[in-house]
Structure formats: C-alpha cells, structure tokens
C-alpha cells in the first residue's frame, strides 16, 4: 500500500511518523502499518501498529488538533483518560502521552492503546455496570475534597471552566455558565435569552441543586465521565460483554450528571437509567430526582448549540429547555429559606455577584412574563 498523507499524518505501510509520535510511543518500536483511527468532526485521527524490539506487535490510537485549543484539548484528554483508566482500566483504553510534533509545533496529539470497539449500542445493564463501578471506586476521593479538575476539559471542542470548588450548586453553574459564554460567543447576544439565562442562574439552580447541600447533606466529590452517550460507551469486539468508554470530559462532581445521557427520549438508555438506580440509589431529596436530571441535561442542549451553531433549532431547544425548568421550580414549592451555600470566592467577589435568591418570595410566576 503506497502511503498518502491525511491531515499531518502519512497513511500506508512502513511509513514515517513525526519524532515527536515516535518519542512518545515504545522506545525502539518500528512503525508497520497507519490507517485512519475513526470519523471525528473535531480531531484528526490515526490507528498505529508498531512492532516492539523484542518483536511483538502494538496498536496505538492517535487524535490530534491544531493551536492553543488543540494543545488544550489533548491535555485535557490525556489528563481526563489518565484519572479514569486509574478507577476502571478494565474500561478504558489506557492513556499513553499527550505532546506536539516537532516538524509542525502548532500541531498536538494524544496517543493511547487501541482497542477494537463493535459499532452497536451499549447493553443497558452493562451501560449501568460502567457508570456505578465508576462512581462507587472514586467517590469522595477527589483529590481536593471539592468539585471540579485540575486542568479545564473539553466537550467537543468547547472547554468548561473546572476551577475547584467547594459547592456543587456553584461549581455547576460555574460551568453552565462558561458554555453558555461560549454559546453566546458563536451565536451573538439575545436580550430575552439574557433574561432566561439570569433566571435560571437565580430560579432553577438554587431551587433543584442548593437542596442536595442543605439540612445535613452532603455531594461527595465523585469523578465523572460527563459524556456518556453511546457513542462514547462501545461494546469491544474481542469481548462483546465488555463495554470500553472513552472521549471523557472529567470532573469531580455529583454522580447524577452522568445519568443524563440515560434520560428518556434521548439515547434510548432509560432501562440504563433504571439499573443505574437500583444499583446506585438516588440522592434527596429523591422527589427532585427526574427534574434535577433535566437541570443537568440543559449542559448538554447549550453546549450542542454552540457546536452547531449555524443551526437555529438547537438554540430554540435551549431557550425551550429553560423556560420549562423555570416554569417548573416556580409551580413545584420554593426553597428560598435555605441558605446560599459558601463560596471560594473573596468577599468582595461574593458582593459583586449577588444575587436576589435569599429574600426572593416564593409567588413568581410574574417572572414569566417579563422573559
């Protein structure tokens, strides 16, 4: 097979890899054989099988992106594959390097173990298996004691901000408000969708989120995949009982959020859902639980809006999203007793950001109509 090139990549047999590909896979290894790696709209992919010195043979994956987002995103994949394949590498390829070529230094990659996946939908049972293991190995081990990552990841190519944070209700609409930036950055402004995005920031986040951390509960700190669609879970071909999950977007966070991919009229996953609970059980208060996992699924709608931003559907579902949420915390019983959680933030950072939730009346069904 005559070898072409794709991307930065040569294609074919005995080929040439850049030194900086060479330097992070096995020292010695001889490059046999590259082929494409997968379709991604985001990233250049490429499968490698090289022959080790003691002449046995290896098959590495390869993904690689441009600039200052490309370095980031790869970081971010090396830096998130490497925390899980530390709770469950019976789950996820094992993470080898991140780094940059030599012959293009503006080019990036991440390298991990190939493995052989069917292009089928994940068992349900075994969907549920993946995610509680997860959950229950790293729960309460973050390694600050509080939500968030040590570098910012990528869903798709779109960073959240993972500074860490002692609350979750604040951590989660740290994030949501970072992609929501992000969204608005593509799109450009709207003033009725300002006002959606400021009342669920005061309305819907306190309502469904403050609960879980007041009247003596606890979120312990649990890492999270944050993608779990079935296009990131697949079954492996040498082993079709075993699921392989992959492209993470880590955080330390509540374990519910991974739930949402499983959320029903989305990816088929409810009876995932399902097991996923009798294994797991729900956090209280457990009325909340279906709405909560609406709450976190609204990451998922901006975020797809800002990917596909030449799409005005996907904005309209955002802006439907919320409105039904707001509706609901209004009509559903008020929490505005319960207290603001504490912040990181210094205080004059706190009283820069205030917000009107803690003497807010229950009765503002009002609201709706000025949004």
Known sequence: MAPYIVGV???GD???????????LPAGCRVLNTSRGGESLWVETLRIEVELPDGTEQVFFKKGASGETGLNMMKGAFESEKALYSFIPEYVPKPVAYGSYRSRPDMHFYIAEYVEMDDSHPDPKGWAEVF??????????????????????H????????TWNSSWEKFWAQIFRSLCEKEE???????DLTRLKEAFHEIVIPRYLRPLESDGRIVHPTLLHNDGWPGNIKPRTDSPETLCLFDSCAIWGHSEVDVRAARPNTWN???????????????????DFNIRIEVYATLGIVLRSAMYSQEPARRLLFIEQMEKLIDLALTSGAMWSLPAPETDESASAQNSRKRRIGSAPPDQRGLMSRI
Do not use: C, W
């Open 132 to 153: 509680a293991t997860l959950h229950k190995r790293s729960m309460g081990k973050s390694p600050e004691g509080k939500f968030g990552f040590h570098v910012d990841t």
């Open 14 to 24: 005995n080929v040439e890899l850049d030194e900086g590909v060479m330097e992070a």
């Open 185 to 191: 950055a593509v799109r450009g402004p709207d003033d």
């Open 155 to 162: 869903l798709a190519n779109i960073p959240q901000d993972n």
């Open 269 to 287: 996953l409810e009876a995932a859902g399902e097991i996923y609970q009798d294994i797991m059980g729900v956090s209280e208060p457990q009325e």
């Open 9 to 11: 990549d040569p294609i």
